[in-house]
């Protein structure tokens, strides 16, 4: 069975600074991948996925993430951070060999962003 | 409308009653899922379903029991509430096997409060 781990249960960041989510998982092969937002009282939003190809991935609102395969990660990026995007972000993780079936999700990272 | 419609938005209920959360997608999607989610522990798994004569169990299935009603709804049912059922539900739905898709799509969530 797959597993997701997210280091960082807070993370706070300055307006206009870099950001990097940390998301680990462990599976036999390589999963689908997926990260997630949820600002408060929303449901969650598609961000990014990787599938297959290219190592990086592009998403909305200017965030990308690298799957890198020798160390199990596929952590999330935003080159400047805006006040808008203090959210709580979740990876998630799926099997293949029948669609990506059930997702399994980190336990999710609280981002906080300082003026 | 939204994609994927939850009601109620918010219950709080008695210990020891029935409740049913409910959920309704236009996606046109085969699968559809129930999680709940609560702080720290990020969304874990109550039931999914492939398609309309298929249920499963996910982690956390203690205590909730689903129902497909069609293609486009799953309900989510609480025999008995408990206090420790309080928490945020969320209804998702995604493509079949063989589809990339967008991962899932999820409702609003449900807000229940077991007291």
């Known amino acids: 069975a797959q597993s997701v781990t997210q280091p960082d249960i807070h993370i706070t960041v300055s307006e206009g600074a870099s950001l990097e989510l940390r998301c680990n998982y462990s599976?036999?092969?390589?999963?689908?991948l997926f990260w997630y937002v949820q600002s408060p009282g929303q449901g969650l939003q598609l961000l990014l996925k990787?599938?297959?190809?290219?190592?990086l991935v592009q998403g909305i609102k200017g965030f990308e993430a690298e799957f890198k395969r020798s160390q199990s990660s596929f952590n999330l990026r935003k080159p400047s951070v805006h006040w808008s995007d203090a959210a709580e972000y979740f990876c998630?993780?799926?099997?293949?060999?029948?669609?990506?079936?059930?997702?399994?999700f980190g336990k999710g990272t609280m981002l906080l962003v300082s003026p | 409308d939204a994609d994927v419609t939850q009601t109620p938005r918010n219950r709080i209920t008695k210990t020891g009653k029935r409740i049913m959360l409910e959920c309704s997608q236009t996606?046109?999607?085969?699968?559809m899922y129930w999680y709940r989610q609560d702080p720290g522990l990020g969304l874990r798994l109550i039931y999914y379903?492939?398609?309309?004569?298929?249920?499963n169990k996910g982690e956390i299935s203690d205590g909730y029991s689903v129902s497909r009603q069609a293609q486009a709804k799953f309900s989510l049912s609480l025999e008995s509430a408990i206090p420790n059922q309080t928490a945020l539900y969320f209804c998702?739905?995604?493509?079949?096997?063989?589809?990339?898709?967008?991962?899932?799509?999820f409702g609003s969530g449900t807000r229940l409060t077991v007291v």
């Open positions: 996606k046109g999607h085969d699968r």
């Open positions: 998702a739905t995604s493509d079949s096997p063989g589809r990339t898709g967008d991962g899932y799509t």
């Open positions: 379903s492939f398609d309309v004569k298929d249920i």
């Open positions: 599976y036999g092969a390589t999963p689908y």
């Open positions: 998630a993780v799926g099997a293949r060999g029948s669609g990506y079936s059930t997702l399994t």
């Open positions: 990787y599938f297959s190809g290219d190592t």
